[in-house]
C-alpha cells in the first residue's frame, strides 16, 4: 500500500474533499494512506501557494492551529490525474494555474490517527493496521448494517466500521471499540456496506 504525505493545512482538507493539486501527473491509482508531515505550512507559504482568497476559505474552515502532524490522518482510493481545469479553483483550495495536476480521490474517510514519520511526497508502506473512525462522507444515518462477506461480518454504528472474522461467542458488543481493518480488506468492506 502506498501513503502520500502533505503538509498542513492540505493534509486535513483531503478530509473535506479537497482534490490534490501537484506540478506533475502521477500513474498510481488505488487505496492511498493518507498522511501529514512533521512540518506544516507557514501563513506566507500558504498564501503563496493558494493565494488570498483560498488562504482565506482554509483560515476559516480549518483555522490554523491544532492541526495533526507527523500522523496518518485518511484513506482514500485515487482514480484520476488530469489537468486542472478554472472551476477546479474551489475544490482544490488554490488558484487555477494550467502547470497544476488534479490527483482526484474518492471514498476518502478519516483513520484514527496514528503516529507515521514521512517526508512529502509518496512512500511504499506495506500494510499498516487502521482503526476507521467518522469523516464527512460517511453515512449520518444511526442504523446498523450487519453483513457477511467471505469469512468477516462486517458492522456499522454510526460512522464507524466494526470487523470480525467470525461469530464468535461474544457476538457485537453495544460498546466496543473499532478493531483494527487491514488495507486488503477495504475494497470487499466497501463493496458490502455501500457507504
Known amino acids: ?46 498564501q503563496e501557494i493558494s493565494g488570498i482568497h483560498q488562504s482565506e476559505r482554509i483560515h476559516s474552515m480549518l ?4 492541526l495533526p502532524n507527523s500522523v496518518a490522518i485518511g484513506i482514500g482510493t485515487l482514480v484520476d490525474s488530469r489537468k486542472m481545469q478554472p472551476e477546479d479553483a474551489d475544490n482544490c483550495f488554490v488558484e ?5 495536476w488534479c490527483w482526484v480521490f474518492e471514498n476518502i474517510h478519516a483513520v484514527k490517527p496514528f503516529f507515521l514519520k514521512g517526508k512529502q511526497g ?3 508502506m506495506g500494510e499498516p493496521d487502521i482503526e476507521f473512525t467518522r469523516s464527512p462522507q460517511w453515512r ?4 446498523e448494517i450487519l453483513s457477511t462477506l467471505n469469512n468477516y461480518d462486517i458492522k456499522t454504528t454510526a460512522g464507524q466500521v466494526f470487523i470480525n472474522c467470525s461469530y464468535g461467542s461474544k457476538g457485537w ?16 468492506i466497501r463493496k458490502t456496506i455501500h457507504y
Do not use: F
Not at 500500500?1 to 506540478?23: C, D, F, N, S, V
Not at 483555522?63 to 491544532?66: A, C, D, P, T, V
Open 1 to 46: 500500500m502506498k501513503a502520500l504525505w502533505l503538509k498542513q493545512p492540505y493534509a486535513t482538507l483531503m478530509l473535506h474533499g479537497k482534490i490534490e493539486t501537484r506540478t506533475r501527473n502521477t500513474n498510481v491509482r488505488g487505496d492511498i494512506l493518507l498522511c501529514s508531515t512533521k512540518t506544516p505550512y507557514s501563513l506566507s507559504q500558504q
Open 63 to 66: 483555522g490554523l492551529e491544532n
Open 122 to 124: 509518496w512512500k511504499e
Open 96 to 100: 487555477y494555474s494550467d502547470h497544476r
Open 173 to 188: 458488543e453495544q460498546n466496543s471499540k473499532p478493531v483494527k481493518i487491514k488495507p486488503h480488506h477495504i475494497s470487499k
Open 140 to 143: 449520518e444515518e444511526s442504523s
